[in-house]
């Protein structure tokens, strides 16, 4: 019988849920959204194992994380649970999907995390107030929806040159290490006529290239050219405008790996199977 480690981040209202099987290969990973933490975390269980035909005693063990793991503190249908620290879960993995042993590691949710892995050293060095709760609170004021599939929509069909001021609208000719394309002022731009489209793809950009800039100035004397961004905001499509232009601009390389939105779920697991030191075993009381 093929035995299986579980790895689940809690989050307030969504769960992420993977296994790793016994060739450490990830296995069907899935999200749920639930109104409370503990109703997310058994409804994401509960479907893992109905979805890939898993039983009870083939599951090893079952490690938690996130925000929402806080509200477990007993095991999981009496198997053997255990935490991970989220910072050093996000740090495995996104080790583990990028085959990268030094790099910075931006986990990007609600806010923003930043975790530095520089072989067996996973720290978090810090991080930033603006997530994908900033985008949807502020499309809420602004669009008056938080709908992420709404914003995205909008933003499509949406023109930035219309909400940022670029280097060429202030400048005749390029500044030392700024090309004229590169961004000057976030909204000075933006027109109070502006379209809904303008603004959504105007919110996005803001709340990428923020995260983008903080995260290039928390390497600054590191040497690591290399970001690895995972967490919900990697599915934004307009990832792939905003990062390659910061790459060109500041000569570094940011990776979305294949299962960006799954890596501390991911990285949770592999603390048991890596017997990582960040690990809290849930007893029976």
């Given at each position: 019988m093929k035995k299986i480690v579980i790895g689940i981040d809690v989050g307030v209202s969504t769960t992420k849920i993977v296994g790793i099987d016994e060739n450490r290969n990830v296995v069907s990973p899935i999200r749920i959204k639930a109104t409370d933490p503990i109703?997310?975390?058994y409804g994401a269980f509960g479907k893992y194992l109905h979805d890939n035909q898993i039983s009870l005693s083939q599951v090893e063990q079952v490690m938690l994380t996130g925000v929402g793991a806080a509200y477990i503190n007993e095991p999981i249908y009496g198997l053997s649970t255990g935490k991970a620290e989220e910072f050093i879960a996000d740090g495995l993995g996104a080790r583990y999907e990028s085959q990268l042993s030094r790099m910075i590691v931006v986990s990007m949710g609600t806010g923003t995390s930043i975790v530095m892995c520089d072989g067996e050293d996973i720290h978090h060095l810090g991080g930033i107030g603006i997530g994908g709760g900033t985008l949807a609170g502020l499309s809420r004021i602004i669009l008056k929806t938080d709908d992420m599939k709404?914003?995205?929509s909008l933003a499509l069909d949406g023109d930035i040159s219309k909400i940022n001021l670029l280097i060429k609208d202030i400048s005749a000719q390029p500044l030392p290490g700024l090309p004229m394309t590169a961004t000057a002022s976030l909204f000075s731009a933006a027109k109070a006529n502006a379209s809904r489209?303008?603004?959504a793809k105007g919110l996005i950009y803001m709340v990428l290239q923020a995260i983008g800039s903080s995260t290039i100035l928390s390497a600054q004397g590191t040497g690591?050219?290399?970001f690895v961004l995972i967490g919900n905001l990697t599915l934004l499509p307009q990832c792939k405008e905003v990062f390659p232009s910061m790459e060109k601009l500041y000569h570094?390389?940011?990776?979305?790996p294949k299962y960006s939105e799954f890596c501390t779920a991911i990285g949770a697991a592999l603390c048991f199977i890596?017997?990582?030191k960040a690990v809290h075993e849930i007893k029976v009381e």
């Open positions: 109703t997310s975390l709404s914003i995205i489209e303008d603004i690591i050219k290399d570094v390389h940011f990776r979305i890596q017997r990582y």
